[in-house]
């Protein structure tokens, strides 16, 4: 089974009164994993792309918090585009997927919540070596 099979899409509750909107995210519920780390970006240069990594153990779920984007993601053989446009939608990634992120909106804010905390050993950032690791570790 290739792991692009196990990227899911969902929406966070979303509680709605005249005031706004509120989504929240629960460890264990929500998200599937115990959070180790938050990151967003923001103030994307239009043109950008962004990602171009995939990880060896690290689980993600993005947030497209604000704006609009697309997530490019593939397994070295198949690949899926995501279009993000809702604040309540996240997107499960698990590792031995490779991220790529582009069409940014201005204003665009994505959160990510993680299940690892920062590792620089755990990102393969060169495709060829991704696409290596995918067909050892999962036979795509």
């Known amino acids: 089974m290739s792991p692009l099979d196990n990227v899911k899409t969902f929406e966070f509750p979303k509680v ?12 264990a519920v929500n998200v599937p994993f115990a959070i180790k780390r938050v990151f967003y ?9 962004r990602g171009g990594h995939g990880h060896k153990s690290n689980q993600e779920v993005l947030i497209c918090i604000t704006g609009s984007m697309d997530l490019i993601l593939t397994d070295g053989t198949r690949e899926r ?4 446009n809702r604040s309540n939608m996240g ?3 698990p590792p031995g997927v490779w991220i790529s992120m582009q069409n940014f909106a201005s204003g665009t804010v ?3 919540v993680n299940s690892e905390y920062y ?4 990102y393969i950032r060169d495709y ?7 067909k050892e570790r999962y036979g795509c």
Do not use: C, K, M, W
Not at 16 to 27: A, C
Not at 81 to 84: G, K, L, Q, V, W
């Open 16 to 27: 709605s009164d005249p005031r706004g909107n509120l989504s929240f995210i629960e460890e």
């Open 41 to 49: 970006t923001y103030d994307i240069p239009g043109g950008v792309t």
């Open 81 to 84: 585009t995501i279009h993000f």
């Open 91 to 93: 997107v499960l990634i």
């Open 110 to 112: 994505l959160l990510a």
């Open 119 to 122: 590792d620089e050993n755990e």
């Open 128 to 134: 060829a070596e991704f696409q290596q690791y995918v």
